[in-house]
């Protein structure tokens, strides 16, 4: 017996050693220097080379180096590029089911959140739209709530929102333009230019730490909270469904454990850095204020009707805001019972 498991365990290694070597260019959507977003990718980088010996090897582009930072879904989808690194929302106008497997409104929490992926089907399912693409999606990071958005005035009431051109991202989006916002979905490195010549009066980004360190609060010092369009987001390594299915069991493992490793990495720094950012954009004379309940309602009310419409006019979007609702009202239970409130 010892001597049939020693020559299946050499029978392992030898198949291994014989499998093609993977190589990877993955651009971005953000740029590698901007914390959280874009840094978890060089992370995921510099995790699977060292953890691949040589047997995976990733490269991470900058923004802009093979592929503008909107169009890496087309060139994934071709084969033009092997990879990228993103967030799904990014492609809701290509499926708007994709906007449910990155941030939703009113949505989970990171915990809740990654259980649905990870245990109720959200992974899986997001799966069945991006490989009809010739694509490949594992969740790869996440992130912890984000901020509501940055405005020049401060809001007082729904009415102030009316005619002010915002960038913003997602399913949220949709819910603004309810409100008469004028919203467009711009790259990281493209809505500071856009804020200070004024071709967008206000914007929403990401997390304190992140819009910190874009400086929007050079601009715009009204910053508000909490982030009710983006609980959670949801980051994403697309790879080739090509390239996926041609490499062995032992390489897609590799990415996938590193994939989760990266997911609980970035939440841990997530939660660590945004009081320091909070305190210092305060001191540089940011207003930080929190919607009120009558204004978060009108956002919820406006998101009611977003839903509706978009599940009548998707049946992907409807299949999987059902399965997420399943998982939410079973979710709520334990919730309800095992948090402090």
């Not at 959140?113 to 997001?126: D, I, P, R, S, T």
């Not at 992130?143 to 997602?170: C, H, Q, T, V, Y």
């Amino acid at each position: 017996m010892k001597h049939l498991i020693a020559a299946a365990a050499v029978s392992v290694v030898a198949t291994s050693a014989l499998a093609d070597k993977v190589t990877l260019n993955m651009p971005s959507t953000f740029p590698g220097s901007l914390i959280q977003l874009g840094q978890a990718g060089v992370k995921l980088q510099d995790t699977l080379n060292l953890i691949s010996g040589g047997d995976i090897e990733v490269e991470f582009f900058e923004p802009n180096a093979l592929v503008p930072p909107l169009e890496i879904y087309d060139n994934v989808s071709n084969g033009s590029i092997d990879a990228g690194w993103s967030v799904p929302g990014y492609w809701g106008s290509k499926n708007s089911a994709y906007n449910l497997f990155a941030a939703v409104p009113f949505g989970p929490s990171a915990g809740e959140y990654l259980a649905w992926h990870w245990y109720g089907g959200g992974e899986e399912m997001m799966n069945e739209i991006y490989n009809r693409d010739g694509i490949q999606s594992l969740v790869c990071g996440i992130i912890a709530p984000e901020a509501s958005g940055w405005f020049r005035k401060e809001i007082k009431s729904a009415e102030d929102l009316k005619g002010l051109k915002m960038r913003f991202f997602g399913l949220g989006a949709k819910v603004m333009q309810k409100l008469g916002v004028d919203t467009q979905l711009l790259a990281g490195g493209d809505i500071y230019p856009a804020l200070e010549r004024g071709t967008i009066d206000a914007t929403e980004f990401s997390m304190p730490a992140i819009d910190q360190n874009l400086g929007f609060y050079n601009i715009a010092k009204h910053y508000y909270f909490p982030g009710w369009h983006q609980q959670s987001t949801v980051q994403e390594l697309m790879i080739s469904k090509a390239k996926w299915d041609g490499m062995d069991d032992r390489q897609r493992g590799l990415i996938e454990t590193a994939c989760k490793a990266n997911v609980a990495n970035q939440l841990a720094e997530g939660e660590a850095i945004q009081g320091k950012a909070l305190a210092e954009m305060k001191a540089q004379g940011v207003n930080i204020h929190q919607w009120d309940e009558e204004m978060l309602g009108t956002f919820k009310s406006a998101w009611e009707e977003v839903v509706a419409e978009e599940a009548a006019a998707n049946p992907d979007f409807q299949k999987v805001w059902d399965s997420m609702q399943t998982f939410r009202a079973e979710y709520a239970v334990w919730s309800e019972l095992g948090y402090l409130k």
